[in-house]
């Protein structure tokens, strides 16, 4: 059974970065593609970006395009997103989430996900 397992959430201020790291295990991580999405209170869950098996490819939705990176070590099983000029809005439970195939923005295609790593971005 495939599992994901984030980390490297916290508390940082406005401008500041943080670097999460999600781990997969139970299956063999170059058969997925691995997205990010992250969820506010109150909010619907949102796509951040996603990254293709090899690494080749990679995508962002426009609010995170120029701060936040995907990149992945097959060699790891690990996924990461780096963020960097922090916005108060990024505040939110951040998700890595494993699909076969190619990447979409649709959550309802990745089949596994992590727990969540919460993000709070302060003032």
């Known amino acids: 059974q495939v599992q994901l397992v984030e980390s490297g959430g916290g508390l940082v201020q406005a401008g500041g970065s943080l670097r999460l790291s999600c781990v997969f295990s139970?299956?063999?991580?170059?058969?997925?593609?691995m997205g990010w999405f992250r969820q506010a209170p109150g909010k619907e869950r949102e796509f951040v970006g996603a990254?293709?098996?090899?690494?080749?490819?990679?995508y962002y939705v426009d609010s995170v395009k120029g701060r936040f990176t995907i990149s992945r070590d097959n060699g790891k099983d690990t996924v990461y997103l780096e963020m960097s000029t922090l916005k108060q809005e990024d505040t939110a439970d951040y998700y890595c989430?494993?699909?076969?195939?190619?990447?979409?923005?649709?959550?309802?295609?990745?089949?596994?996900w992590g727990q969540g790593t919460q993000v709070t971005v302060s003032s």
């Open positions: 139970g299956g063999s991580f170059t058969d997925y593609a």
């Open positions: 989430a494993s699909k076969l195939g190619l990447y979409h923005h649709d959550p309802g295609s990745y089949k596994y």
């Open positions: 990254i293709s098996r090899s690494g080749a490819s990679i």
